[in-house]
Each structure stands twice: as structure tokens, then as C-alpha cells.
């Protein structure tokens, strides 16, 4: 019998899909990525199972999500369209880099996901799978199977008795993983609507969040985050603590009408609380301890590697090369940033670092300044030559 790996994630779209690919005549086996989305696995696991599923794998991926996916991006500043931290985007490469691995010791010949036609997901995970094993099948179900509405569909997993949950109607579609949360759908489709709070599960609405400030000191080592307020976390425990608090401080929201791979333009709003004070932090050390002309060309190159994660080129030679870059650049990124988290918004208050390039004796305007301004007139003569007419 021919044997598929399905990414399950226990929603309504997988679940059928177990069902649909056993009568196309496979065995199917369900791999469950843990991203830290915060759901019920062992759940998970039974209605795989029930709905037919010969085998489930469950996956702790969190670590690896955060070494070699999360602390890559952020070290390089990518963020999509200046409002996306891209958390969605970058789990897909490591779903299918799982996909492809337990494909490979199951000895199937196929992968399948439950991506519809019109999103990015579907183009990360095939895209991914191509790269890391040509050789492999790839089946979308939800891209080809006969049903024409959700209802039909709920039809069909009633009948077949695949456990789905049909008491509450969800009026968004949600990804979530410990990076973030990306909502779409629904009433978010209209873009003349302002996002209802309902749509937000993590962050408060600023306008209703203490009136006290919060400060934040975050210590970088190379570009990495250690130490908050002094002590030490591991990176998980990190972001959870920063989701947490700016969720609580009203951080992290944004609203974004943003240009889909596939030429759609979308509604979606993102809850990144973390992801935006870990941004602002470590671009602010890196106004301190980078030069110049390295801020602005990596300013270029985050825009450009923000373009590859969300467009699904994770294992693109460029994309490795850009690492290269940026990796050369973190070595001086150490230092820490206190940030004040007030109703939504997360802004720096000081900066400090060992490799700083601030020299307060040029920069200032007291006495004692010693900064030659006689050798400005020479310098802006030689500089302005050859726009003279
Ligand atoms: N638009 C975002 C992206 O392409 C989020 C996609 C959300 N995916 C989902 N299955 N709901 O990365």
C-alpha cells in the first residue's frame, strides 16, 4: 500500500483528509509539528487517529523553530512588509524539512497538507519538499477534493464519524505558533471594518492597558537575546515571557493589507508581542555598535531576506548567503536596551554596549567637544564638487 505523510494539524480541513486520502488508497501517517501553538496533542493525536490515521507523529519542534529559524531572522531584522514578523511563514520550512524526514523512514512515497490554493502556505511546503526531495509526491487535497463549502465538508466528516468539532463556528482562520499569530477571514475581509477585539487573542487592547509604564532591559550577546532585567532565560522561556508582558502592555498588533505570493491582495492582522519588542531592541543595539554604511546595506538585505521566508525560499542558495552576511555582522551586537512598554507601543530609553561607536566628545554640543568643525568646510567642498554646476 502506498503510505503519505500528512502535516495534521486536528482542524476540520486536515481531518477530512485523512479520511479522503485513505479512500485514494494510501496508509496514512499524521505528523504533528509543535511550534509552540499551545494545543491539546494528545487530542490531536486520538482524532487523527480515530478519523483514520494508521500512525501520528507528535514533534516538539519549538528549540529548533527558535535556533535555526526564529534567531536567523531576527538577527537579520526581516519583517514583511514592514508589518509582518513573518512567524507563520517561517515554520513552514521546518514542517517540511519533518515531513520529508519521516517520509523518508516511513518509506512513503507521498506528502500531503491541508493548504488551500490561494495562500503562500502551500507554496512553503511544496517549494520546501521540492528542494529537500524531488522524488516525492506531493498532495493537496484541500486544492482538489469535490466539496464546494465548509458545510458540505462538515457533511462529509459526519458521515465517516472523523471527530471534528462543529459547536463553535470560527469566525477567523488562525495560525498560531510561539512567534506569533496570524488571523484572517471572516469580518477581516472587509476592509472598511476596523478589526473587532475579538479577532486578538494575546494582546490587549492598548487603549485599555495600565497606565503605568513597563521597562524592559534586554541583553544581547552576538546578536543573540540572553538576559531581560538581568536575568537569564532560556530563548523559549523568552518569548514567552514577552508574549506575555506586551501582550499585557497592548504590544504587538498590527493590521496589514498585505501582497500574497500568489498576486492576491489579503486582510490580515498578526499579534507579535515578542517578535516586536525583540526587533526594536536589537535594531536600536545595532544603531549603536554597527557603522553606518553597514546599517543602511543591511537595512536592504532584511528586506530582501523577508521576501525569501515569506515567499518559501528557506533553502535558497540566497537565502543561506544572506545568512552568511548577516551572521558576519552580529559579532559586535552585544549590549543590552531598555525599552518602555506604555499602551502599546515599545520604544527604546537607553542604549549600552562594550563595542559602541557613540563618542560622546564628538557628538556633543558642551565644552567638551572635540570635534574639529574647521575641517567640516573642506570636507563639504570636496563632497558637494561634483554636483557644482
Ligand atoms: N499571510 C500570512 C502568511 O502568508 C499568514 C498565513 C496564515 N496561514 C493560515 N493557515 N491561516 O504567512
Known amino acids: 500500500m502506498k503510505k503519505v505523510i500528512l502535516a495534521y494539524s486536528g482542524g476540520l480541513d486536515t481531518s477530512c483528509a485523512i479520511r479522503w486520502l485513505k479512500e485514494r ?22 482524532r487523527a487517529l480515530i478519523a483514520g490515521a494508521k500512525k501520528v507523529y507528535i514533534k516538539d519542534l519549538q528549540d529548533e523553530f527558535i535556533n535555526d529559524f526564529i534567531m536567523p531572522a531576527l538577527k537579520a531584522n526581516a519583517v514583511y512588509e514592514g508589518k509582518y514578523f513573518l512567524a507563520t511563514a517561517l515554520g513552514r520550512p521546518l514542517i517540511a524539512k519533518y515531513l520529508v524526514e519521516i517520509a523518508h523512514k516511513e518509506k512513503a512515497t507521498a506528502v500531503a497538507h491541508g493548504c488551500t490554493g490561494k495562500g503562500n502556505d ?15 509526491e506531493i498532495i493537496a487535497p484541500v486544492r482538489i477534493w469535490e466539496f464546494k463549502s465548509r458545510e458540505e465538508e462538515i457533511e462529509y466528516a459526519l458521515r465517516f464519524k472523523i471527530p471534528i468539532d462543529v459547536t463553535k463556528k470560527k469566525p477567523y482562520s488562525i495560525d498560531r505558533n510561539l512567534w506569533g499569530i496570524s488571523i484572517e477571514a471572516g469580518i477581516l475581509e472587509d476592509l472598511e471594518q476596523a478589526p473587532p477585539q475579538d479577532a486578538y487573542l494575546i494582546t490587549q487592547d492598548p487603549q485599555r492597558v495600565s497606565n503605568t509604564p513597563k521597562y524592559l532591559e534586554i541583553h544581547f550577546e552576538k546578536g543573540l537575546p540572553k538576559k531581560i532585567n538581568g536575568k537569564n532565560y532560556p530563548l523559549k522561556n523568552l518569548i514567552g515571557y514577552l508574549n506575555k508582558v506586551g501582550g499585557q502592555y497592548g504590544i504587538g498588533r498590527s493590521d496589514l493589507l498585505e501582497n500574497r505570493l500568489v498576486g492576491i491582495k489579503s486582510r490580515e492582522i498578526y499579534e507579535a508581542p515578542a517578535a516586536t519588542i525583540l526587533y526594536t531592541a536589537h535594531k536600536e543595539l545595532e544603531s549603536l555598535v554597527l557603522d553606518r554604511e553597514l546599517v543602511h ?10 521576501e525569501l521566508v515569506y515567499y518559501g525560499l528557506w533553502y535558497s542558495k540566497l537565502k543561506e548567503a544572506l545568512d552568511a552576511f548577516v551572521e558576519s555582522t552580529q559579532e559586535k551586537v552585544t549590549g543590552a536596551v531598555k525599552l518602555k512598554l506604555f499602551k502599546g507601543s515599545c520604544v527604546a530609553v537607553t542604549r549600552k554596549s562594550p563595542y559602541s561607536l557613540y563618542k560622546r566628545e564628538l557628538s556633543t554640543y558642551g565644552s567638551e567637544d572635540k570635534f574639529n568643525q574647521k575641517l567640516a568646510e573642506g570636507f563639504i567642498k570636496i563632497w558637494g564638487l561634483p554636483y557644482q554646476k
Not at 499524521?30 to 493525536?45: R, S, T, W
Not at 502551500?122 to 516525492?136: S, Y
Not at 546595506?297 to 523577508?306: D, H, S, T
Request: glycine share 8%.
Open 25 to 46: 488508497g494510501y496508509e496514512v501517517i499524521c505528523f504533528v509539528a509543535d511550534l509552540g501553538q499551545g494545543e491539546n496533542f494528545p487530542a490531536i493525536k486520538k
Open 122 to 136: 502551500q507554496v512553503r511546503l511544496e517549494v520546501t519538499v521540492g528542494i529537500l526531495d524531488p522524488k516525492l
Open 297 to 306: 546595506f543591511k537595512e536592504m538585505v532584511a528586506l530582501k531576506y523577508a
